[in-house]
């Protein structure tokens, strides 16, 4: 079984470096395996590199899939970091 | 490049020449930093090997991991802002991508750990060759300078780490990345000499803020000279001499003792006032972000703040900051700089800063959209705040209020009737204010020359904006690398413009001034002097020079100068009748006005 969410980025340079090395970086704080999808594309969630060779400018509607002991946990945590627009200013 | 390489013989002292990026004069020994030609070696390794070779991958990738934190620690206050560069280089270093592809491939190809982060790294850029927003796509960069570092770990060279460089150097590369700026001990680097890049790229920056001469553009250096080799670097020129013989380190040696003598007595001078040798006189103001910046400023002779910047007063944060805030920040500012006036421009937002605390929807053409003036106006509180606070400061100092991006009269009309409200909630509150606070406008939209002589006799003063006014004038995105070499201050149309914003200012007897970029170059300086501007604002470190330069002008041949100008058919025309007025009048003062002519001749 795993969790999904779906969420649009919203930041005007889309999941440029400094927010995908934020994401990876959150992810990376849970245990569960977590997916980011889009269009069908999965990456890994916690690796910087992947999130970035998924391209996401801004507009991109994504989802996120998680699946492990803290997997509500995770997604609620990484929906917060992208609908507060990574908390940044860019 | 238009210079030719000049070689006397094998082996034998080497001429080349760049674009002078940052003045001084180097003569030092080599270090050539260059990944791009690396030689990686695939060995293959017994079954036996395989666990100690993962291990030694792990190991090295630890090391790494250290060297950027202890990297981070010791970065110095100035390039603090650089620092989110090294933290992603702490996470693509551990990444999967990175680290568990070449570990699998250890494993399964029994292979070097070199040649299997080789292979992960070239896996990396087929996948970022496909990704089309540049941005992001450039990120390859970082990608490739934290393998090399794990590699230069691997085979023990550790080329990178200039830190570890206990003599000073002269840094030969094929071009510098953000991160191998920032990472080199600055205190051991004479100088930089690079085969990329441009006057504005960010090395030529940096080494301008750090005071070390640079030399740009001077292509295939990392082809003739090798570490340990003697080097001679004038960054006033552009001229390099690898392997110099003892006549041109003489003449260097004599030309760097004669460039600090120079500088040290124009920072001696820098207190005197701008006055040209007809008695025509010119206010030298400084271009200031931060309050910590006026010590600087006032130390390089600045005679008022004649743009501060607010926008660092809200980025960064979630939330807007409160009146008093911006009271506290402006009046440091007015504190410290009284007598002289400071001008402090609205929020310029929306363009190319964005804030969290306001979010703005996603626009095409953020330079043409919501920003500035226009987002003061419809977010009428925010405008309020500011407006309120600088009245506040008013009662202890001498201030302007500066509004950015004005088109024409109606934004003038705007404001001033929110400035009736303010001051009459002020009066209201028993708060004392300046009732005669001098309003002035950005001169930066086209539109605004074009009613320059109304606008005159609604406000107190013009600051022509050139930066913005050449971007929106010529419709050149400076940032797009496809265009941004048309951008071009000498381009008659934008001196036309500058002279008509001038001559309405003084027909209708205001004061005119310039704060972009154009302002601080000490070639223009003799335009500016015969647009007859009242007062320029510029960067602190142009101050000493530009007020150099004003002292030996002499303000009717200026005119002249400027009535020759505007003539021109051509930037190029321009550009020569500018060389020309420079030999004839200012021959002595080259090694300030030189550099930006050979540079913009390339153009």
Known sequence: MSNEIHVTIENRLGLHARPAARFSQLASRFASNIRLIKDGKQVDAKSILEVLTLACPTGTRLTIAAEGPDELEALTALQVLIETGFAEYD | ?603
């Open chain 2, 1 to 603: 490049m238009t210079e030719k390489m000049t070689e006397k013989d094998n082996g034998g002292m080497l001429h080349m020449k760049g674009i002078s990026a940052s003045p001084g004069v180097a003569i030092g020994r080599v270090f050539v930093l260059d990944r791009r030609n690396r030689r990686i070696f695939k060995t293959y390794i017994a079954e036996h090997e395989v666990e100690s070779e993962v291990q030694r991958l792990r190991t090295a990738v630890q090391k790494a991991g250290e060297q950027i934190q202890a990297m981070l620690r010791s970065m110095p206050d100035e390039l603090r802002e650089h620092i989110a560069i090294l933290e992603t280089h702490q996470l693509m270093l551990k990444d999967s991508m990175i680290l568990d592809k070449s570990i699998d491939m250890i494993q399964r190809k029994m292979v070097n750990a070199e040649w299997a982060l080789d292979h992960s790294l070239n896996h990396v850029r087929r996948l970022f060759g496909h990704i089309q927003d540049t941005y992001i796509r450039e990120r390859i960069h970082d990608v490739e300078d934290v393998v090399a570092r794990i590699q230069d770990i691997l085979s023990g060279t550790q080329g990178i780490p200039m830190e570890q460089h206990t003599n000073p150097v002269v840094v030969v590369a094929h071009d510098l990345s953000p991160a191998d700026t920032i990472q080199l001990n600055r205190k051991n680097v004479l100088a930089f000499v690079t085969e990329m890049g441009s006057r504005t790229s960010h090395t030529a920056i940096i080494a301008r803020s750090l005071g070390i001469p640079a030399v740009v553009a001077v292509a295939g250096v990392t082809k003739y000279v090798f570490t340990g080799e003697d080097i001679v670097v004038d960054g006033i020129t552009g001229d390099i001499f690898i392997r110099p013989d003892e006549d041109i380190i003489a003449h260097y040696t004599d030309k760097q003792a004669c460039y600090i003598q120079h500088r040290q007595a124009m920072l001696l001078q820098s207190h005197l006032p701008a006055v040209t040798a007809d008695g025509f006189s010119v206010s030298v103001q400084a271009n200031i972000e931060l309050a910590d910046e006026l010590d600087v400023a006032i130390a390089s002779g600045a005679e008022g703040v004649g743009l501060l910047r607010t926008e660092f007063l809200y980025v960064g944060r979630n939330d807007l900051p409160s009146e008093d805030e911006l009271f506290q920040a402006y009046f440091e500012c007015v504190k410290r700089m009284s007598p002289k006036p400071v001008t402090i421009r609205t929020l310029d937002v929306g363009g190319d800063k964005f804030l969290s605390s306001l979010p703005v929807s996603p626009q095409t053409n953020p330079a043409l959209g919501l920003r500035a003036i226009r987002l003061c106006l419809k977010e009428i509180d925010l405008f309020f705040t500011q407006l309120r606070a600088i009245y506040r400061v008013s009662a202890f100092g001498k201030l302007r209020i500066l509004f950015p991006l004005i088109s024409g009269c109606s934004e003038i009309q705007q404001i001033k009737v929110h400035l009736n409200s303010v001051k009459e909630q002020l009066r209201a509150e028993g708060i004392p204010f300046d009732e005669d606070v001098k309003l002035g406008v950005m001169i930066e939209v086209p539109t605004a020359v074009m009613m320059a002589d109304l606008l005159a006799k609604e406000v107190d003063f013009f600051s022509i904006g050139t930066n913005d006014l050449i971007q929106y004038s010529m419709a050149i995105d400076r940032v797009n690398e496809h265009v941004a070499h048309l951008y071009d201050p000498l381009h008659p149309g934008i001196l036309r413009m500058i002279h008509r914003s001038a001559e309405a200012g003084r027909l209708q007897g205001i004061q005119v001034g310039m704060c972009g970029e154009m302002a601080g170059e000490p070639a223009y300086t003799p335009i500016m002097v015969g647009m007859g501007l009242d007062e320029i604002s510029m960067n602190a470190d142009s101050i000493p020079k530009v007020k150099h330069i004003i002292r030996r002008c002499n303000a009717g041949l200026c005119r002249e100068l400027v009535n020759r100008l505007l003539t021109a058919c051509t930037s190029q025309e321009a550009r020569e009748i500018l060389e020309d007025f420079l030999g004839r009048y200012l021959p002595d003062e080259r090694q300030l006005t030189h550099p930006y002519l050979c540079d913009a001749a390339r153009h």
